[in-house]
T-cell receptor, first 113, second 113 residues
Framework: KNQVEQSPQSLIILEGKNCTLQ??????????LRWYKQDTGRGPVSLTI?????NTKSNGRYTATLDADTKQSSLHITASQLSDSASYIC????????????FGTGTRLKVLA | DAMVIQNPRYQVTQFGKPVTLSCSQT?????MYWYQQKSSQAPKLLFH???????NEADTPDNFQSRRPNTSFCFLDIRSPGLGDAAMYLC????????????FGPGTRLTVT
């Protein structure tokens, strides 16, 4: 069964600290993996997209890694800011006749001053 | 500049009273998607249009319909909203189905009274 699991479910950190969010997937055949940031009451905004051959991609303070062998990805946030408080969603795409997106349930991050 | 626009941002309707949510895009993308997202859950794909070709997900209730009169606009019609249909409705676009990038609108929060 194609699934995307994220951990932790929620996380609280202090401003300025780093954190790492995890995404494990069982999607096959894998096409690409994306990380989205979703502020409360808003639509998701893309942070990074990685294909099978890419194992790291950065977007400012956000760095995503991908291990296609173990089917794991992580999103590392450096020097967190209050504005990083949001849900972070991992989405894995695959092609099986048609193109599909499998969404994780997200990690809810709260950054405290 | 807004690329995927959803109106209204907040919609209140009565139980059983038909409601239409609107999505427009300035990206000239071929594919438009409608997702339902309930609190603390991942977005759930309801259906998508590839140009004029409508693709319904197998578990989308008949109560949900969609129209795409032209490339730029797509509508979600809920024929008889129930209390369980209260959710955030997200519209997204992508250039083609195999495109890596999916752009989301800000969402419409639907309340059913």
């Amino acid at each position: 069964k194609n699934q995307v699991e994220q951990s932790p479910q929620s996380l609280i950190i202090l401003e300025g600290k780093n954190c790492t969010l995890q995404c494990n997937y069982t999607v096959s055949p894998f096409s690409n993996l994306r990380w989205y940031k979703q502020d409360t009451g808003r639509g998701p905004v893309s942070l990074t997209i990685m294909t099978f051959s890419e194992n790291t991609k950065s977007n400012g303070r956000y760095t995503a890694t991908l291990d296609a062998d173990t089917k794991q990805s992580s999103l590392h946030i450096t020097a967190s800011q209050l504005s990083d408080s949001a849900s972070y969603i991992c989405v894995v795409s695959f092609t099986s006749g048609t193109y599909k997106y499998i969404f994780g349930t997200g990690t809810r991050l709260k950054v405290l001053a | 500049d807004a690329m995927v626009i959803q109106n209204p941002r907040y919609q209140v309707t009565q139980f059983g009273k038909p409601v239409t949510l609107s999505c427009s895009q300035t990206l000239n993308h071929n594919v438009m998607y409608w997702y339902q997202q309930k609190s603390s859950q991942a977005p759930k794909l309801l259906f998508h249009y590839y140009d004029k070709d409508f693709n319904n997900e197998a578990d989308t209730p008949d109560n949900f319909q969609s129209r795409r009169p032209n490339t730029s606009f797509c509508f979600l019609d809920i024929r008889s909203p129930g209390l369980g249909d209260a959710a955030m409705y997200l519209c997204a676009t992508s250039r083609v189905r195999t495109s890596y990038e999916q752009y989301f609108g800000p969402g419409t929060r639907l309340t059913v009274t």
